[in-house]
Each structure stands twice: as structure tokens, then as C-alpha cells.
């Protein structure tokens, strides 16, 4: 299984940004460096999900496959004071969907699509899941067994949500 570093690696060798084949986008990524322990740990005083500390540890905050024309495609990796704040606002407005433990982790551009660390799922397959704004728990998608699979599909996808076209 490839680490979260070995997968924005390969985001890293895209280059100049590409224009998507079918589409009238150019696409780009933005990688930050990885985050301090500290700054995580200031954002999550009480502790966070090991696959997050992962994520910050190999970057603070990524735009993947952003296009960079229009701002309407793309997947914002959140650096851990964006995530406290995106899955406080989830919570707050969506407490029925909200399991103890879940975190967003990214969010989409130009939707409200969102992704969670769920560790309180008892399938392992359900742990992340892809959250269409409107849709209820049951009927989130899971969209892979670790972040760095998930991270590593959407790349081989093109920026496409894969979820979707594998129903």
C-alpha cells in the first residue's frame, strides 16, 4: 500500500499545470510542506486521528487538480485549524450525520462535497468517506481503505471524484 508522501510525490512530478483531456480546464496542484506537531497539536488539543497526523505530517494544506482558470474543480487537502473549524460547522449544522471521531479532512472546489476520517465506523471500508453536501449518512460513499489509496485514486482519475463513476 503506498505511504501518503510516495502518493504526493507523484502529484509533485505533474509540473506545469495541464489542461484535463475533455475538458476545457487547466489543472494544477498546490503542495505545502508538512506541518509542525505543534500546529496540530494546538488544533486538536485532544488528539486526532493517526491518518490526519499522517496527512499534516507529509503537508499542512494541498489543492489538488485545481483548476486554475475558473476555481470550480479540485480537491483542498485542510491544513488542522481549517479542519477543526469545517468539522465543528458539520457538526453544528448536521448533528444527525455526525459520528463522535469523524473529521473533514478535505473539501472539493466548487461544490460542498466534503471527505471524513470516520474512525468510529466499525467497517474498516467506511472509515473515509466522500460526503455530497445534501446526501445522508447512508448514503455517503466509501471511497477507500487509507488516505494515501484514496489521495493515490483521485490522482489516477484526473481530479474525478472515481466514487461517483464506480456506482
Known amino acids: 500500500m503506498p ?17 484535463r483531456p475533455g475538458y476545457e480546464l487547466v489543472l494544477d496542484h498546490v503542495i505545502q510542506p508538512a506541518a509542525a506537531r505543534a500546529e496540530i497539536e494546538r488544533a486538536w488539543p ?15 494544506e494541498a489543492e489538488l487538480f485545481k483548476d486554475i482558470e475558473y476555481g470550480q474543480w479540485g480537491m483542498h487537502l485542510l491544513p488542522p485549524e481549517a479542519s477543526v473549524e469545517r468539522t465543528r ?6 448533528p444527525e450525520d455526525y459520528y463522535e471521531g469523524d473529521l473533514v479532512i478535505a473539501t472539493f472546489i466548487g461544490d460542498q462535497d466534503f471527505i471524513v476520517l470516520s474512525p468510529g465506523e466499525e ?3 467506511y472509515q473515509i468517506l466522500a460526503v455530497p453536501e445534501m446526501y445522508k449518512r447512508d448514503d455517503w460513499y466509501p471511497v477507500g481503505p487509507s488516505l494515501a489509496d484514496v489521495l493515490d485514486r483521485f490522482y489516477d482519475a484526473m481530479g474525478e471524484k472515481y466514487w461517483e463513476r464506480d456506482l
Do not use: C, F, S
Open 123 to 125: 467497517n474498516p471500508a
Open 3 to 19: 505511504t501518503i508522501q510516495k502518493v504526493l510525490a507523484r502529484y509533485a512530478t505533474w509540473g506545469m499545470p495541464h489542461p
Open 89 to 94: 460547522e458539520w457538526r453544528t449544522n448536521r
Open 46 to 60: 485532544d488528539g486526532v486521528d493517526e491518518r490526519a497526523m499522517e496527512l499534516w505530517l507529509a503537508t499542512r
